[in-house]
C-alpha cells in the first residue's frame, strides 16, 4: 500500500474513533434552558416565601419527576419531595430596604430528591444547590442567573446522570431554600434530615458555577478535610477547567476570603458533615441586577458541569 494511501486509512480510523466516542455526559442547551427558565421575570428573583419562589419550586419538583428522582421526604406524589419550613431572618446575603423590620416567612421548602445506590452501604452523599435569590427589591428584579440557577442546572444534570448509572452509594440531591437568608434552608434539612445525619459522608455544594473569565472555579473545604484533597486533586488532573483550592481558611486581613460559612455546606460543616464546596469568585454582577443569564458563557459552564459531575462519581467510587 502506498503511504498516501496509509495515510488515509489512519484519518478515516480516527475519525471513525472520534465518532464512536460517547455522548457527552452533560447537555449545554439544557443547562442553559434551565437558568433561562429560573432566572426568567416571571419567576420574579425567587425570594423565599414569594409566588416567584413557589414557582421555581414546582419547576424544581417537576424535574426531579421527570428525571424519575424517588421522593426522599417517604410521601408519595410530588409533595413528597418538598420539606416544608418556617423562619425568621434579618437578612445574610439578600438586600433589604434600610431599617426593615426581620423578615418573617412561613412557606418556605426544600426540593429533596433520592437514588439509592445499588451497595448496601448506609452512607449517604448529598449533593446540594440553593434555588432561591435575592427577588424583588424597591421595585428591581435581581434574576439570579449564576447565583444560583447555574447550581441548581449543575445539580439537575448530576442527578439525570446518576439515575441513568446507578451510582454505589445512596444520593440526596437537594434544591435548598432560603440560603440568601441566612442559610435556612441547609438548617431545616440538617435538623430535620430524611437520613439519620451521621450516615451523611459528603455535601458537595454548588453555588455559583457558570461564570470566570480565567477558566477557574475553586473547590473549597480540603483545609477542614484533607482526606479529600487526593479526590479532588485527580478531577483536578482531568478538567478542562482550573480547579484551584482554597477560601477555606481566613487570610490575615481578609477574612471574607474565607468561604466556610458563605453558602448552605456551613451548615453540614457546623453539624461534623464534610463538605466541599464548588463555586466561583465573585464577579461585578453578584448580587446585581445585572446577574442575567446573557452573561454566562455555555462552553464554561458546560466544562465546569463535566468536572462537577467527574467529580461526584470519584467521591461515589472512592468513599467507604
Known sequence: ????????????????????????????????TTVRTLASPAMEGRRAGTAGGRMARQYIRDAFAEIGLEPAGGRAGPSGYEQRFSFTSTGFHAPAKKGS???RVDDAANIVGRIAGRDRSSRVIVVSAHYDHDGIVNGTLYPGADDNASGVAALLECARYLHAHQPRHTFLFAAFDGEELGLQGARAFVRTPPVALQ??????????????????????GTSHYPSLKPVLEDVQRRAAVKVLFGHDRPSPGHATDDWTMESDHGVFHQAHVPFVYFGVD???????????????DPAFFGRVTEMLLDAVLTFDERLR
Open 1 to 32: 500500500m502506498r503511504r498516501r494511501d496509509s495515510l488515509l486509512v489512519v484519518i478515516i480510523a480516527f475519525a471513525a474513533a472520534l465518532s464512536a466516542r460517547a455522548p457527552a455526559r452533560v447537555d449545554v442547551d439544557r443547562l442553559m
Open 101 to 103: 423590620a426581620p423578615l
Open 199 to 220: 450516615s451523611i459522608a459528603l455535601d458537595i455544594n454548588l453555588d455559583m458555577v457558570s461564570r470566570n473569565d480565567r477558566n477557574e472555579i475553586y473547590a473549597a
Open 282 to 296: 465573585d464577579h461585578p454582577d453578584y448580587h446585581q441586577p445585572t446577574d442575567t443569564p446573557d452573561k454566562i
